[in-house]
């Protein structure tokens, strides 16, 4: 199905994100970190400021095939990556909080579509899933990691889905 993935680029700053190096200016060598890292509670120490959403900030960010639904059209195929928000609230709990019995975990790792934050060098940093099973942010771009990618099924797939999403027996579509 045609639906949003989001790749929220805000720049909320830093009393958000906790760093106190995050000028919140988005451009250039200005070091910005992204909204996914204040609600991953990526810099704070502070777990209640965990809060994962799944709603995009921004529209430009909101990445679908046609423009519906207040979709960018930007993409050419309905085919996205699990955000940093969804990995949380999937079972990795917070920021390097490791985990190898939920169904994200692979051994190995996997690159987010949340950005993580711009250095001041200008280094882009996105959030992946680590080879532990964690949220982690210390992969620039050009790391070698993996992908795994995400659709969205239309309804009346729904019926083909079998399995019980659990990690011995996960979903899979019968076609």
């Known amino acids: 199905a045609d639906s949003i993935f989001c790749n929220d680029r805000s720049t909320p700053g830093s009393s958000a994100t906790g760093n106190s190096s995050d000028t919140g200016l988005g451009y250039g060598n200005s070091y910005t970190a992204h909204g996914a890292t204040a609600r991953t509670n990526a810099w704070n120490t502070d777990a209640s400021k965990v809060q994962p959403r799944f709603t995009c900030p921004q529209d430009n960010d909101k990445f679908t095939v046609e423009e519906m639904y207040d979709g960018n059209g930007k993409l050419t195929y309905p085919v996205g990556l699990i955000t940093a ?14 985990n190898s019995s939920y169904y994200l975990y692979r051994g190995g790792g996997y690159w987010s579509f949340s950005p993580n934050r711009m250095d001041s060098n200008g280094n882009a940093y996105v959030f992946i899933i680590s080879s532990r099973g964690h949220l982690d942010a210390y992969r620039t771009v050009d790391n070698n990691v993996s992908f795994a990618p995400v659709i969205n099924l239309k309804v009346e797939y729904l019926d083909k889905l079998q399995g019980d999403g659990t990690i011995n027996n996960p979903y899979f579509l019968q076609v």
């Not at 928000?85 to 490791?98: P, R």
Request: no cysteine.
């Open 85 to 98: 928000d969804e990995i949380v609230a999937a079972g990795s709990g917070k920021y390097l909080t490791s």
